[in-house]
């Protein structure tokens, strides 16, 4: 094979985020002020000449402060438990696209070592997904103070992963922010595209994929 290791997107690359949108919509209705401030502060955040700060969270709260005009302290603490915490409970009622598990099973049984990473904290909602205790690596993207698709996140992927980014090959369902960090980090990148959200250009993606059982042949047939 030409990899050793597979990592991965998790918000719309294993599961749809359709299934995510249903169940949040409630919340974001009730706290829509909060969440489009979250959304223009992340856009923010996505550039990449974006200024490192050493608390990727105060500056996120600092920047939402900013548009809501309210005291950083208190929208960093409603951040933490509307938006981070508030969403975990949700993805215990997602589920994932099909052949996820036995793709993944397939990998780890093939010798391949495993790594998530996203721009979301991520140990609950693996739990509440039943993915967790399936990868050698868990990485936020925020840990790194830089969002994808800047290289910060997928070169530290690629050293606490301990393979070679050339050996790495990285799934997404984000040209922009998936397939664009992952390029520039030196991997491999592989998007889904299925029906269940619009088809992008994908002529950057080294292989597009509808179903998870044509990931693990590519994979495994390389």
């Known amino acids: 094979m030409k990899f050793d290791g597979v990592a991965f997107d998790l918000d719309g690359t294993l599961y749809p985020n ?26 923010v955040l ?35 438990r509307l ?29 391949l070592k495993l790594g998530i990473l996203s721009d979301f904290p991520l140990p609950n909602k693996l739990r509440n997904l039943k993915l967790e205790g399936l990868w050698d690596a868990v990485l936020c993207s925020e840990e790194t103070g830089h969002l994808k698709p800047s290289r910060q996140p997928f070169l530290e992927l690629e050293r606490q992963l301990g393979v070679p980014a050339s050996r790495l090959l990285y799934v997404g369902n984000s040209v922009r922010y998936d397939v664009s960090g992952a390029k520039k980090a ?37």
């Open 18 to 43: 359709y299934r995510f949108y249903c169940r949040v919509i409630r919340l974001a209705l009730l706290e829509w002020r909060l969440f489009l401030a979250f959304n223009s502060a992340r856009k």
């Open 46 to 80: 996505h550039a990449e000449n974006h200024p490192f700060h050493e608390d990727f969270y105060e500056l996120q709260a600092e920047l939402m402060a900013n548009i809501l005009k309210q005291k950083q302290r208190v929208v960093k603490e409603k951040t933490e």
């Open 83 to 111: 938006i981070y915490r508030g969403w975990e409970p949700l993805f215990k009622q997602i589920a994932l696209y099909p052949f996820v598990h036995e793709t993944l099973n397939a990998f780890r049984d093939a010798g």
């Open 186 to 222: 030196g991997m491999k990148a592989a998007l889904i595209n299925t029906w269940f959200k619009p088809k992008q250009h994908a002529s950057s993606a080294d292989f597009v994929f509808t179903d998870y059982r044509a990931l693990r042949e590519y994979v495994l047939r390389s």
